[in-house]
């Protein structure tokens, strides 16, 4: 690859020690650490591109005018064959804040029905996102991305891996309810810790003021630069 790209050999590559490694997440949410090697840095986000020609499911877009904003829920590829049992924790939870809700499916098989809940498939988090109250998700590194780029706050139900600690950084920065995690999840505990999230106005503004900073970075620039001026050399 590095050869059909007109790349230099890895070995050329600069950096104190090793090749250069760049972590694609915001500083302002995790500041780089001091005791980092020279070559190790924080870029930034770099976003997927929503695939072309995408537009929203009209039954999605009709959904969204005919009330409030809802809160989303998925749980993305956590809790495979589990969807019977979470579809009613979710409506249940739904049924207790008096909210709409747009229920992600994912590899759970999360279904949901009733008059205010939107079952849906996957689709750009870029594009429901800002139009959401609140997002309920795994806290997995891309969601919770995409949370914070929406500028909504989250209410973080972390199953496993790095999902502990992207939920507890939500929480850290003010941007999120307390997480609750995946095993510990009720319909009562969903269902209160939504209600608080959304009945928490500098949850909301703090989110907001993060997302607007946020946007200001370029985290593919950084690496862009830095690959050019490895092929310049």
Same mark, same amino acid.
């Given at each position: 690859? %590095?050869? %059909?790209?007109?790349?230099?050999?890895?070995?050329?590559?600069? &950096?104190?020690? &090793?090749? =250069?490694? /760049?972590?694609?997440?915001?500083?302002?949410?995790?500041?780089? =650490?001091?005791?980092?090697?020279?070559?190790?840095?924080?870029?930034?986000?770099?976003?997927?591109?929503?695939?072309?020609?995408?537009?929203? =499911?009209?039954?999605?877009?009709? /959904?969204?005018?005919?009330?409030? *904003?809802?809160?989303?829920?998925? /749980?993305?590829?956590?809790?495979?064959?589990?969807?019977?049992?979470?579809?009613?924790? $979710?409506?249940?939870?739904?049924?207790?804040?008096?909210?709409?809700?747009?229920?992600?499916?994912?590899?759970?098989?999360?279904?949901?029905?009733?008059?205010?809940?939107?079952?849906?498939?996957?689709?750009?988090?870029?594009?429901? /996102?800002?139009?959401?109250?609140?997002?309920? !998700? !795994?806290?997995?590194?891309?969601?919770?991305?995409?949370?914070?780029?929406?500028? $909504?706050?989250?209410?973080? $139900? *972390?199953?496993?891996?790095?999902?502990?600690?992207?939920?507890?950084?939500?929480?850290?920065?003010? @941007?999120?309810?307390?997480?609750?995690?995946?095993?510990?999840?009720?319909?009562?505990?969903?269902?209160?810790?939504?209600?608080?999230? @959304?009945?928490?106005?500098?949850?909301?503004?703090?989110? @907001?003021?993060?997302?607007?900073?946020?946007?200001?970075?370029?985290?593919?620039?950084? $690496?862009?630069?830095? @690959?050019?001026?490895?092929?310049?050399?």
């Amino acid at each position: 690859m %590095r050869t %059909r790209l007109g790349l230099p050999a890895a070995a050329s590559w600069p &950096g104190a020690g &090793g090749r =250069p490694v /760049f972590h694609g997440f915001s500083p302002l949410v995790v500041p780089r =650490p001091a005791d980092w090697p020279s070559q190790v840095e924080v870029a930034g986000y770099w976003w997927p591109a929503r695939p072309h020609g995408w537009r929203p =499911p009209a039954e999605l877009v009709d /959904f969204l005018q005919a009330g409030p *904003p809802p809160v989303f829920m998925g /749980f993305g590829c956590m809790a495979p064959g589990q969807g019977e049992r979470l579809g009613e924790l $979710v409506m249940a939870a739904v049924a207790r804040t008096g909210m709409r809700a747009v229920v992600q499916a994912g590899w759970a098989g999360l279904g949901a029905v009733g008059d205010d809940i939107l079952a849906i498939g996957d689709l750009p988090h870029d594009w429901l /996102f800002p139009r959401t109250a609140a997002v309920v !998700h !795994h806290a997995g590194a891309g969601t919770t991305a995409a949370g914070l780029s929406a500028g $909504v706050p989250a209410v973080p $139900v *972390p199953v496993m891996a790095d999902q502990p600690f992207w939920a507890a950084r939500l929480h850290q920065l003010g @941007v999120a309810a307390r997480p609750l995690p995946f095993h510990e999840l009720t319909a009562e505990a969903l269902g209160a810790a939504i209600t608080a999230c @959304v009945t928490e106005p500098a949850l909301r503004q703090r989110a @907001v003021d993060l997302a607007r900073r946020i946007a200001a970075e370029d985290g593919a620039a950084a $690496v862009l630069a830095r @690959v050019g001026a490895v092929c310049d050399g």
